[in-house]
């Protein structure tokens, strides 16, 4: 029987917006700061891993007293939030809103499942809380992607159950976990990169809505 998509489950970071460049310049700055090699490809493994988890793969090795692992911690945050001050709406990425708007007109429910502790203040300067069902940011669960457990309680919250949603993510960590949480999964960006997802586009803007959904029904 062909299943029903009905929750729709969207990343912030990297999907509907490309906050994932400020968090890659605030991590950069740290970087060279503690004279550390960093660069894009490395960047790669920091995309939908959490604050804390992505300062563990930047130290590698290294092993600073816990005192200065939270200063770090604050001052990458600090870098970043600086950056975030220029969001406008104009900073959403193409195809977003149009895509919201198609999903709306199927009946489906929406959700932003993020493992950013700074969601709220990135959905608020880009207008488009109204939008979404169910807001989950990085305070929202103990373990963040790749286990599922944001995806799951994102389910529970819009009331579908996993068959039924599909993420739409761009880093291999929120596909594994989209996997784990035995949802549909659409990758954003590279398809080498996110090869697992069962589709990938190069940009929501490269979606057609409903030939997209007739592909995922089917799976
Ligand atoms: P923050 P997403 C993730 O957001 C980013 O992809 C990841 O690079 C970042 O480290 C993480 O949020 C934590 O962000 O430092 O703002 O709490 O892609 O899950 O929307
Ligand atoms: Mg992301």
């Known amino acids: ?3 029903k998509v009905e929750g729709y489950i969207f990343d912030l970071d990297g999907v509907l917006t490309n906050t994932s460049e400020f968090h ?3 991590w950069k700055r740290i970087a060279e700061e503690l004279k550390i090699p960093f660069d894009r490809k490395i960047n790669e493994n920091l995309k939908g891993v959490s604050r804390h ?10 092993n600073p007293d816990s005192s200065l692992f939270e200063e770090l911690l604050a001052r ?3 870098y970043y939030r600086d950056y975030i001050k220029r969001i406008t709406p104009k900073s959403l990425l193409p195809g977003a809103l149009n895509i919201l708007d198609c999903i709306r007109e199927k009946g489906g429910r929406i959700a932003v499942a993020s493992v950013s502790k700074n969601t709220d203040e ?6 488009i809380r109204g939008k979404f069902d169910v807001i989950l940011d990085g305070y929202s669960v103990k373990k963040t992607k790749p286990e599922p457990e944001q995806f799951l309680l994102a389910s529970k919250m819009l ?7 599909v993420v739409f993510e761009d880093s291999s960590a929120g596909i594994e976990a989209a996997k784990r949480a ?3 999964s659409v990758g954003i960006g590279s398809s080498k990169r996110l090869d697992s997802a069962d589709l990938v586009f190069n940009g929501l803007d490269k979606i057609e809505f409903n030939s997209m959904l007739g592909k995922l029904e089917r799976f």
Not at 53 to 62: A, D, H, Q, V
Not at 122 to 127: Q, S
């Open 1 to 3: 029987m062909r299943r």
């Open 24 to 26: 890659y310049l605030a």
């Open 53 to 62: 988890e992505c300062l563990r793969i930047l130290l590698g090795e290294r």
């Open 76 to 78: 990458k945050n600090s």
């Open 122 to 127: 990135v959905m608020t300067m880009l207008g």
């Open 159 to 165: 009331s579908i159950v996993p068959g039924c949603c």
């Open 182 to 184: 035995g949802m549909l």
